[in-house]
């Protein structure tokens, strides 16, 4: 990785944005968080919303991963329904409210 994380730096690419899908277990969750900020991410974009069975891990990775959240996404294309707000998003999935 760190060739990609020099190729990035030399490029001046300052905005690096992370996705990972939230339906994976939180350990996995936690590798890509290590990975993203190896390669230096800034922001991170969670997919599969929909399908992540505990709302409450999505905190721990977002409160520990020091990138903040750019927008969720309700499925698997990014392109889809997605959460504009994502935080406001979050609380409201979490309080089971729509």
């Known amino acids: 990785m760190p060739l990609l994380a020099d190729l990035l730096k030399q490029q001046a690419i300052e905005t690096r944005v992370l996705v990972l899908n939230a339906a994976y277990e939180t350990?996995?969750?936690?590798?890509?968080?290590?990975?993203?900020r190896a390669l230096g991410a800034t922001h991170v974009v969670l997919t599969h919303l929909d399908e992540a069975k505990d709302v409450g891990k999505i905190w721990e990775i977002l409160l520990e991963g020091e990138m903040r959240p750019l927008f969720f996404s309700h499925d698997g294309n990014l392109l889809g329904p997605i959460g504009a707000d994502p935080l406001d998003f979050l609380v409201q999935k979490t309080l089971g409210k729509n």
Request: aromatic fraction near 0%; charge should be positive; glycine fraction near 20%.
């Open 27 to 36: 350990e996995s969750l936690r590798a890509g968080l290590k990975s993203g």
